[in-house]
């Protein structure tokens, strides 16, 4: 696993993984998968920075593994994980917290939303959350990070507490690079176009990645515009238009300024059917491997067990150095 380049990334088993999950992030991991070494985890311990209900988390941390590997990704050839089922991860994260300072954190604006939106229950893990995704990012000497512009401030953040720690303790982190898509970065909800699409917001703001079609085409036919009939690409003046162009054009490839020109003169109705089109073409085949394998248990079993074991491998060596380095004590002496 060494000769390659590596990429890590993560996503939250929270609610519904979204549309915006896929083009911001998943879709990305497969198309890398080739060039690159790569990890992806299930970050559980992230959920839980959230109050989750025990039963529901548990039912959506397979569901997630069942979409990664529906999506296509080969747990072969990529290490597919659960975060929890490696210690490292937060023991890892436990050591960069003692070199990560309270006014960096406090600066974070996940950090500030969801405070606002948990105001009843703004705990330490959720400040220390940045920590704890470095950590996942450093363990593995990962040189990209596939991410949704959304987690840049965080991965900006790992930086520099690779370098700070670098700095201290001779080279021990590979300074990790993001990876953005170029269209879709940031897709927008549905029902406020100035807001990020979020699994947390209400079922008619985002698509879900197993919402079935006629489902996709309502919310799409149901989204925001703006009265001016014109399908042109300005997020500041037409933030609902821009996005679904945005959507369709991550989607198919195609340009903005060839979607604006197929559509000029056509009205919002018949581009609305064309982004359903697009973003159901994209989902069915996800959707049709997710049947087949979330009802393989025993197979699913069988893909984080093996995940953990290969991710453990690499976590165990950049730990043991971390230690060396800081000055804890060999375990064996
Ligand atoms: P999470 O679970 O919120 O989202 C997972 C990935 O999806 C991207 N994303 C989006 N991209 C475009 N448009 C959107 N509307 C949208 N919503 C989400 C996110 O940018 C992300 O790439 N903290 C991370 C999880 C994490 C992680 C990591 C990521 C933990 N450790 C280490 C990378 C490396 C998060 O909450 O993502």
């Known amino acids: 696993m060494d000769a390659k380049k590596r990429i890590f990334s993560g996503i939250q088993p929270t609610g519904n993984l979204t549309l915006g999950n896929y083009i911001g992030a998943l879709r990305n991991f497969k198309l890398l998968e080739d060039e690159y070494d790569c990890l992806y985890s299930i970050v559980d311990l992230h959920a839980i920075t959230i109050r989750q209900d025990p039963a529901q988390l548990r039912k959506a941390c397979l569901r997630t593994l069942a979409i990664f590997l529906a999506s296509g990704l080969d747990p072969e050839r990529n290490i597919i994980f659960f975060q929890s089922h490696v210690h490292e991860h937060a023991e890892l994260a436990w050591i960069l917290d003692c070199y990560t300072y309270m006014g960096e954190l406090s600066r974070m604006t996940q950090f500030k939303d969801k405070s606002r939106k948990h105001a009843d229950n703004i705990n330490c893990g959720l400040f220390a959350y940045p920590v704890l995704m470095a950590a996942d990012i450093l363990l593995y000497q990962a040189d990209l990070v596939p991410i949704g512009s959304d987690q840049k401030q965080h991965l900006e953040l790992a930086r520099n507490i690779a370098e700070r720690f670098n700095a201290l303790y001779s080279d021990t982190f590979v300074v990790p690079d993001g990876y953005f898509p170029k269209v879709g970065a940031r897709v927008m909800s549905l029902q406020e176009p100035t807001r990020k699409m979020s699994k947390s917001d209400p079922e008619d703001t985002y698509i879900a990645i197993l919402d079935p079609a006629d489902i996709i085409r309502k919310k799409l036919r149901r989204a925001v515009t703006d009265c001016d009939a ?74 984080m067990r093996s995940g953990a074991e290969r991710a453990s491998a690499l976590a165990m060596r950049t730990l043991r150095k971390v230690h060396k380095k800081v000055g804890l004590a060999p375990a064996k002496l």
């Open 230 to 303: 014109e399908v042109r690409f300005d997020p500041e003046n037409k933030p609902g238009v821009s996005n679904l162009m945005s959507i369709l054009s991550a989607l198919t490839g195609q340009s903005l300024e060839s979607i604006a020109a197929d559509f000029s003169g056509k009205g919002y109705g018949i581009f609305k059917d064309a982004v359903a089109d697009a973003v159901i073409a994209a989902l069915a085949p996800i959707q049709q491997n997710y049947e087949k394998l979330s009802a393989d248990k025993a197979y699913l079993e069988s893909v």
